[in-house]
């Protein structure tokens, strides 16, 4: 009911709020709960600055392209709110894209809406305002996992045993079986961060150091160990 709620609003222009507001929620669409429901509901996909570098176009062939810096679908408001509430479901778009209109409130669709615009009109901002929420994350195995999933795998492999689909064309030297690793916690995050040109290793294994947060960093290299065998 909330997402035809939320259609209905949309279509009629009205000011009027969802059942969701009525019980309760009334704050007022802004940019910081836009900039938390981005991070929360559209990262996976869009990436955590919306560049597209999300977990899933990483790690899933032939993924649709999700930056929002190259938007292919319209910006204006009334466009984005289509989007946000029906995702692909209409078919107006790839029906990867999730509806959200039933599991977010208006308050939500709103601010999220707010937040991409200001993305794109002001940019660095924005990514400030999400750079700030990533430094913010604890650290867990779960946020590992989906890291290296996204970013690790296709070379080191699901399981961490160098074979990953990148394995195929990297042969000097091959990704590392990572299940071998003994490396502390120390140098795991400087060739992470660094890349591994940088610490005397393969020139083909990439600097993270600009992409991930602190507390990224660290969970993936919390993650890495489950994969060792001892």
Not at 51 to 70: H, I, Q, R, S
Not at 116 to 143: D, N, W
Request: hydrophobic content about 35%.
């Amino acid at each position: 009911m909330r997402t035809l709620s939320a259609s209905a609003l949309l279509f009629a222009g009205s000011l009027a709020v969802t059942s969701a507001a009525l019980a309760g929620n009334q704050t007022e669409p802004n940019l910081d709960k836009g900039a938390r429901v981005f991070q929360e509901r559209c990262s996976l996909c869009h990436g955590d600055v919306g560049m597209g570098e999300g977990v899933l176009p990483l790690a899933l062939k032939n993924y649709p392209k999700t930056n929002l810096m190259e938007p292919r679908y319209g910006v204006d408001k009334k466009s984005l709110q289509e989007i946000v509430i029906w995702g692909g479901s209409k078919k107006a778009m790839h029906d990867y894209s999730p509806p959200w209109g039933d599991e977010l409130t208006w308050t939500e669709i709103e601010s999220v809406v707010m937040f991409v615009q200001y993305l794109h009109t002001e940019t660095e901002q924005a990514v400030a305002m999400l750079r700030k929420l990533e430094s913010s994350k604890s650290i867990s195995l779960k946020l590992g996992s989906n890291i290296y999933q996204g970013r690790c795998a296709i070379c080191h492999g699901k399981t961490g045993e160098g074979n990953g689909r990148m394995a195929k064309i990297i042969k000097n030297p091959p990704p590392f079986n990572l299940t071998l690793s003994r490396a502390p916690d120390e140098y795991l995050h400087q060739i992470i961060s660094k890349g591994g040109e940088k610490m005397s290793r393969s020139y083909r294994m990439p600097p993270w150091g600009d992409e991930l947060s602190e507390p990224e960093l660290q969970s993936v290299i919390q993650y890495i160990k489950t994969l060792r065998r001892y």
